[in-house]
């Protein structure tokens, strides 16, 4: 059975541009998970989607969003690229609505470098 | 939110020995899980375990839930043991911190041949 699948593994924007990237997550999962690894500042929870729906968003500005697509894949995009925004950028699935009381798997991440 | 904090920051050993690491959060929580990040940035996904104990091989890990705290036993280590280990937990009390794992800043481990 496939894992977590992300894509690409890296990318190379410049400042102020826009970047996208994509999620598969294990079949039967229902629920994406984004988190953000900058260097020095530990993994940090960007967005969580279920069922199609935002459920729930860490502490990070609105140039970060994303969506769910109908066979449970998403896409992060992030506008107006600054340098701080460089890091590894990690996907999780999960089976969803259970209360939160599941294991989370990851993906191998899509590491993004701003210009 | 939740704090975590996880010690020690930094472990080396030799091949073989023992090693514990330890996981201490502020709040209740319903969802601990510990990972491994491998050097390619993979984290890999060792327990979920928001309270009691589980044995996978070489690796166990304890979660006392009252105490508000979680070990990680790594015995008879190998090469492949280093990596970062993390500890995060969740909880499901709703508001902001629904589906969120807050992640400890990891343990640095190195295990020389």
């Known amino acids: 059975e496939a894992g977590v699948t992300q894509s690409p593994t890296h990318l190379i924007k410049t400042r102020g541009q826009q970047a996208t990237l994509r999620c598969s997550p294990i079949?039967?999962?229902?629920?994406v998970y984004w988190y953000q690894q900058a260097l020095g500042l530990g993994l940090q929870f960007l967005l969580w989607y279920d069922e199609g729906e935002e459920r729930n968003r860490g502490n990070f500005p609105p140039r970060f969003s994303g969506r769910q697509f109908p066979n449970y894949s998403s896409e992060l995009n992030v506008n107006a690229l600054e340098l701080e925004d460089s890091a590894l950028y990690l996907c999780a699935s999960s089976k969803g609505l259970t209360g939160f009381k599941e294991k989370l798997f990851f993906g191998s991440g899509t590491q993004l470098s701003v210009l | 939110g939740i704090q975590v904090e996880q010690s020690p920051p930094d472990l080396i050993l030799q091949e073989g020995a023992n090693s514990t690491l330890r996981c201490n959060f502020s709040d209740s929580v319903n969802n601990l899980q510990w990972f491994h990040q491998n050097p390619w940035g993979q984290l890999i996904n060792l327990f979920y375990i928001p309270s009691g104990t589980k044995q996978n091989g070489r690796l166990s890990a304890t979660t006392v839930a009252t105490e508000r705290y979680s070990l990680l036993y790594i015995s008879s280590s190998q090469t492949t043991d280093s990596g970062v280990y993390f500890c995060a937990v969740g909880s499901n009390a709703g508001g902001t911190s629904y589906g969120k794992l807050t992640f400890g800043q990891g343990t640095i481990l190195t295990v020389h041949p």
């Open positions: 079949s039967g999962h229902t629920s």
